[in-house]
């Protein structure tokens, strides 16, 4: 059964998996998971949801990550943004999802994501904001199947290069 749970350690040593998939991909935004060596990775993702020790800039999240329980397996990850900065407004939006490497193409974000909605609409957010680079077509898609609307594309500065990125917007 797939399914969205918290982080937790059953599927631990899977994330790493996925972790270190990725550090064999070459893409320009670099691995979308955190390294679960280098910190308590369970309770750096419980201090995001109760908004605790952020770094400066950071607000208060909520991570689910999407799992086989038949295989035991990280699928991917989904982290709801309790609230918007300025920054957030052009770049990231309210929800980022990443689906592992070896799992791309077999609809997972799109699952991952209309799962995660109701969780977004149970913290409050009644207007919700996603984005993507504009060169990213398959994550367009997984927004667009949700429901979301384009609303306008920015100019953005990311790790100091220029992209493009698109807006998109739901009513929860």
Not at 96 to 115: C, D, F, H, I, P
Not at 121 to 149: H, Q, W, Y
Request: charged content about 25%; proline content about 5%; overall charge negative.
């Amino acid at each position: 059964m797939l399914r969205l749970i918290h982080p937790c350690e059953a599927y631990l040593a899977s994330y790493t998996e996925a972790y270190d998939e990725y550090c064999t991909y070459p893409r320009r935004a670099g691995n979308p998971f955190i390294d679960p060596r280098s910190c308590d990775l369970l309770a750096h993702f419980d201090d995001m949801r109760r908004a605790h020790n952020l770094p400066e800039g950071w607000v208060g999240a909520t991570t689910l990550w999407l799992v086989d329980d038949e295989q035991q397996r990280f699928l991917g990850q989904i982290d709801i943004r309790h609230k918007l900065t300025e920054r957030l407004l052009q770049y990231g939006g309210h929800i980022g999802y990443a689906v592992r490497l070896g799992e791309w193409n077999k609809g997972y974000g799109t699952l991952m994501l209309s799962q995660a909605l109701p969780y977004a609409k149970a913290l409050g957010i009644t207007r919700c904001l996603i984005t993507c680079d504009d060169d990213n077509p398959g994550s367009a898609r997984v927004m667009e199947k949700n429901g979301f609307v384009l609303d306008d594309k920015v100019p953005n500065v990311i790790d100091g290069q220029a992209i493009i990125t698109r807006r998109y917007w739901k009513t929860l």
